[in-house]
Structures are given as structure tokens and as C-alpha cells.
């Protein structure tokens, strides 16, 4: 009986998830050639070429010794995967295809319409874990109540009336009104109330002219002008003040910057394609999301907010977003942002301030990872291991079958 040769695989993509293809498959037994990216001639000649090693097409196709048993389109670009799928489809219509991609619409669509294509992204296969490792962290804890760790150095938001220069305004025009009180009181002979009231009408500009200084003296006239500037400058100053409030007031409310005041919720910091599909898979489970993001321009945001999530638009390893998202009495913190660093800020910030909460983040570098797996600061895990693993799966699978049709092809 013939030996059946390794089934030979061709993964396109310079990434750190091609890279990661690239082993996983050869831990698999497969015959593994990377290349950059294939890019299409201008001309329409149907010829692909990359650099350096120049496969055409032809070779791809042409059941060459070098053409591939499976492909994988590994980059991080949606539109030239697309673009890819289908230049490569025209050409190769029984090549089984691996694609990157994470518009879920776009993926229905190609699965639906081509054979042999099989649709996967990065945040499709990781976040199901993510949330999982999330879930199990919370049933863990959840036989024990949640209790709210002491907020050492909690800097409160400023509000209006701890401004300083406010509070000297308000002061200002409170002298200003006893002052004047007093003086209109003893030069116009009127009551305390009397005078009160002729001098807040004068302030306010909303004089009926019941009481009025066209007979009082001098001194009174000159001292009711200085009252009427005084006065208009105050209440302009304070009303300037107030609306700025507003205005900044409303702006926090359309970035989610106020208190949440959920109890038991999760808390996911970043809101890009992993955050999103965990928002959802979490909403699912009947559990409230607060989604931390830090790009107000995130076209995440409208569809999170739509789905009546929480979304606060902030860092979120600062201390003032912490409290807003109410970290406190959350039953879990996912740091699912782009960059280690920042979600190893979230972790560190997390646990320090709560020291049971049950935190899983984010982290690309193996060493990383294993470090603060290795002292209990989180359940650090590699989306790019994660999502790998079922990319390589995937594709041998597919070229494993296509091995026993074609024997005498491969990369060699």
C-alpha cells in the first residue's frame, strides 16, 4: 500500500497569526510553504505574484509539484482577502480555501456562494473561549459575596460647585448683594427685605421700577450704576458657568463617562472585533456588559450602544473609569484591547483595588503570558494560539482529503 505523502499547505500573510499557522500546521505533519501575500496584475492577466519567489497562478493552480493541497489567506485585511478568494476561485475551483475574515455578513455570504471556502476570524474563535474562561471565573466565585475593596486614593470627578473659581464667583456676588443690601437699606430708608429685593431686581436687570434712585443722592446713584455693572458681570460670569456644565454634563452622558450602577456585571475593556463579539456572547447568557473603549471613533460603538450596552468612552486603566464602570461589584474584568501593555494596566489596576475579582486578559507575547499566569495576576491568553489551532485544523483537514486524489502534487 502506497504511503500517502504529508498534505502540503500554502499560508499567505506576514503576521503574527500566519507565523502562528505556519507551526501549528507543521506540529501537525504538514508540508508548510509561507509566502507575504499574492497581489493581482493591473493588466487582468490572471497572473498572481509575490516577492521574492514569484509563485504565478499557474503554478497554484496548475497541479504543479508546487501547487498546494489547501490555501490559508491569513491577512488582517478583509477587502484583499475578498478580493483574493475570488481571483484564486476562478482559476482553482477545487483549491480548498482557509480565509481570514471577520465581517460576519461578508462570511455568510462567501460560505454560501463557493464550495470549498471555509470562513474563519480571530475574534470568531477566540472570544467563545475568552467568555467561557470568563464564565468559569465567575461560577468559581460565585459562591462568595461580593464586597467592595477599600478605594485608597479615589479621585472623585470635579464637579461645578468644587470649582474654585466658581465658588469665588458665587462668593463675590454674595458680598456684592449684602453690601449693597446694607447701603440701600440705611441711603433709601427701606426695610432689609425692601432693599434685598431692589437689589437683586437690579442685578437681574428685571427692575419693575417700583423702587428707583431718580431722587435718592449722588452717592446712591453712582453706587446703583456700579451695583447694575457688577451685578450683569456676576450673573453673565455664572451663567457661562452653568451652561459649560450642561454642555460637559451631556458630553459625559453620550460618552457613557457616569456611574454605572449595575451590580454583578462584566466589565470588557476594548471595544474592537473581540470586545464586540464578547459583548454579544455574554449579553446571551443574560449577563450585563459595561464596554470600556478608548477611540470614540470605534465603529463598534454605535452597534454596542444600540444593543444596550453601557459604553463608556475613556482608558480604561485610569482610576476615574475604573469606578465609573463600577469595577467594584462586577463579577468579572475582560482586558481584551489591541495592546498588552494596556490590558496588563487593566489587570494590574483591577486586582490591586480588588484583590479576588476574576480578571482574563488579553496577552500576544508567550513569555508574557506565562509570567502572569505564573503569579496569579490574571488568566493571560493568546488569541493568536487560540485562533491558530482551529486555522490550522481547518486547513489540514481539507488538504488531507485533497492528498488522497492527488498523490504525486505537494510543495516540493
Not at 509575490?50 to 508546487?66: F, H, N
Not at 484583499?80 to 477545487?94: G, H, K, Q
Not at 494596566?345 to 486578559?361: C, F, K, N, Q
Not at 506565562?370 to 496569579?376: K, L, M, Q, S
Amino acid at each position: 500500500m502506497t504511503e500517502l505523502r504529508p498534505p502540503a499547505v500554502l499560508v499567505l500573510g506576514t503576521g503574527a497569526l500566519a507565523m502562528a499557522i505556519g507551526r501549528k500546521l507543521r506540529a501537525l505533519g504538514a508540508d508548510v510553504q509561507s509566502l507575504p501575500r499574492l497581489t493581482a496584475e493591473p493588466t487582468g492577466t490572471a497572473e498572481l505574484r509575490t516577492a521574492p519567489g514569484e509563485l504565478s497562478l499557474r503554478a497554484l493552480c496548475g497541479g504543479s509539484s508546487r501547487s498546494p493541497d489547501a490555501l490559508v489567506l491569513a491577512a488582517d485585511d478583509d477587502s484583499d482577502n475578498i478580493d483574493l478568494v475570488f481571483a484564486i476561485r476562478e482559476y482553482c475551483p477545487d483549491l480548498p480555501i482557509v480565509v481570514r475574515l471577520f465581517d460576519p455578513t461578508l462570511g455568510a455570504y462567501l460560505r454560501g456562494t463557493l464550495d470549498g471556502v471555509t470562513v474563519l476570524s480571530v475574534s470568531q474563535v477566540a472570544a467563545p473561549v475568552i467568555a467561557e474562561a470568563a464564565l468559569d471565573a465567575m461560577r468559581v466565585r460565585g459562591g462568595h459575596s461580593l464586597r467592595r475593596s477599600p478605594r485608597r486614593g479615589r479621585r472623585r470627578p470635579r464637579r461645578w460647585w468644587g470649582d474654585r473659581v466658581v465658588v469665588g464667583m458665587l462668593g463675590a456676588l454674595a458680598m456684592l448683594i449684602v453690601g449693597a443690601t446694607a447701603f440701600f437699606a440705611r441711603a433709601l430708608g427701606l426695610r432689609w427685605l425692601d432693599a434685598l429685593y431692589f437689589v437683586w431686581a437690579t442685578i437681574t436687570t428685571v427692575g419693575y421700577g417700583d423702587i428707583a434712585l431718580r431722587d435718592a443722592s449722588d452717592a446712591a446713584k453712582v453706587v446703583g450704576m456700579g451695583l447694575m455693572f457688577a451685578g450683569a458681570a456676576s450673573m453673565a460670569a455664572l451663567f457661562a458657568f452653568f451652561t459649560e456644565w450642561i454642555l460637559e454634563r451631556r458630553l459625559a452622558v453620550l460618552q457613557g463617562r457616569v456611574p454605572v450602577r449595575a451590580h454583578g456585571h462584566v466589565v470588557v475593556a476594548g471595544g474592537g472585533n473581540v470586545g464586540f463579539r464578547l459583548a454579544s456572547l455574554l449579553a446571551e447568557q443574560g449577563l450585563r456588559v459595561v464596554v470600556v473603549e478608548i477611540d470614540p471613533e470605534n465603529r463598534h460603538l454605535p452597534i454596542l450602544r444600540a444593543a444596550a450596552h453601557h459604553v463608556i468612552v475613556a482608558d480604561a486603566s485610569a482610576e476615574e473609569t475604573l469606578d465609573l464602570a463600577r469595577v467594584g461589584a462586577a463579577a468579572a474584568v475582560l482586558a481584551v484591547t489591541d495592546s498588552d501593555a494596556a490590558n496588563l494596566r487593566v489587570a494590574l489596576e483591577t486586582r490591586a483595588r480588588h484583590p479576588g475579582m476574576p480578571v482574563v486578559l488579553r496577552v500576544e507575547s508567550p513569555d508574557l503570558s506565562a509570567h502572569i499566569r505564573e503569579r496569579r495576576d490574571g488568566l493571560a491568553l493568546s488569541l493568536v494560539e487560540l485562533a491558530a489551532e482551529q486555522f490550522a485544523r481547518s486547513a489540514i483537514g481539507a488538504a488531507s482529503l485533497r492528498v488522497a486524489v492527488r498523490p504525486e502534487s505537494g510543495l516540493g
